[in-house]
């Protein structure tokens, strides 16, 4: 993989514990799987201290890593390296004055946080298709 041919994405959700965490281990693993040039990350306004465990047993029902993916918050300096941002929905705006975060593509996925375990199935399936279909409109 040439570094200077390598697309980057990053997810933006609130906690980082969750949405975006999600998006991330689907996107690498359609990279891996595909072989593109793609990096994927992730990163919250608010980052939570640790993975949701729900997050982590409904990606594991689906045989999807979340491996050296946790919360974190978003790297200003690295911010503008990225050809893509995408704001997982639900709370970004109004955890975060960046403007870019704000005008980023929203793909309005409800946070699962605090929820019953079928709201990160449905999250985790809502966030599947979007990442699917994102790659598909690259024609990748």
Not at 45 to 56: E, F, Q, Y
């Amino acid at each position: 993989m040439n570094p200077s041919e390598t697309k980057k994405i990053i997810f933006i959700c609130v906690g980082n514990s969750c949405r975006s965490p999600m998006a991330e281990a689907f996107a690498r693993h359609l990279i891996q799987e595909k072989k593109l040039l793609f990096e994927a990350s992730s990163a919250g306004t608010m980052p939570a201290p640790r993975i949701d465990l729900k997050t982590i047993q409904v990606m594991e029902e689906v045989g999807v890593s979340l491996e050296g993916i946790h919360p974190k918050p978003i790297d200003l300096e690295r911010l503008f390296d990225y050809q893509f941002i995408i704001n997982m929905g639900q709370g970004v705006k109004e955890t975060t004055p960046l403007l870019i975060l704000r005008s980023a593509p929203n793909w309005n996925i409800r946070d699962p946080v605090g929820r019953d375990i079928n709201i990160f199935r449905q999250a985790r399936d809502i966030i599947q298709q979007k990442i699917i279909d994102f790659f598909h409109t690259l024609n990748l």
